[in-house]
């Protein structure tokens, strides 16, 4: 079966629906293609990958909301040659991003190339959210550890994805992760990333999933500059990142 998804190039490319053969695999937050209106949860339609940063990831921070303004951000010069897409993201502070997708008969491989073409030395907290439909049932890493985040994760098991329900949302942190897999009996999507840290995100109100490849936490660029960890580059710096995402037929 053959995998297809829905580029929005007026939303720093980011990936929309995605199905594999007639199957849709991303969750939708029923919000649709609206546009950015300056809040990110009512201008979030869900998707299979939401790109947070690169100003703030996380709880709103020093002034910046959650996860921050990048995704507000419209690609330019986008191109499409075959499988191949590509365009490039300016963001005001002083970042360019070039941007490229290969589509794939499996799935879809993004790379992005950011570079700090200002004069002075920029945050540059990313995160990739990949968000799956409620079709999942068990969610696997090879991290060696999982951390839940708050008291509302820990006493549940990050492994399954819950029935529908009023419990809170969850977040939990793969340490040492490289691989990240989400499983039905039917069906399996593989996660990987050059990214270092994995977070892991479950809403039973909302059936969501997410999949999160970072470069730091999810508490804010306050919290990670206070812990030493906020990724900053410095004028002319670049910084390449990529994920990969696969999906097949396990029957």
Known sequence: MSFGARLRAERWLDVAEVWLGNRQLAWLSGV???AWNGDWRSSWGGGLVTTC????????????GL????????????????DLVSGVIDDPRGFRVERAFALREDGLELTDRTTNVGAVPLEAPLLYHVHLGDWVERIESD???????????????PSRFPSHSDEPEGVWEHIGWSVAR??????????????????????PRLR???IEPANCSVLGRAHDRAQGRLPTLAPGETRETWLTITAKETR
């Not at 996860?67 to 075959?82: K, N, Q």
């Not at 499983?183 to 977070?199: A, F």
């Open 53 to 64: 940063g690169l100003d703030n990831v996380g709880a709103p921070s020093e002034g910046l």
């Open 143 to 157: 991290g060696t550890e999982i951390v839940p985040w708050d008291a509302d994760a820990e006493p549940h098991d």
């Open 67 to 82: 996860h921050g303004t990048y995704s507000s951000l419209p690609a330019r010069d986008v191109c499409e040659e075959g």
């Open 32 to 34: 649709g293609d609206v």
């Open 182 to 203: 989400a499983r039905s009996d039917g069906l399996e999507v593989e996660i990987r990333s050059s990214l270092p840290r994995l977070w892991q995100w479950i809403d």
């Open 208 to 210: 969501a999933l997410g």
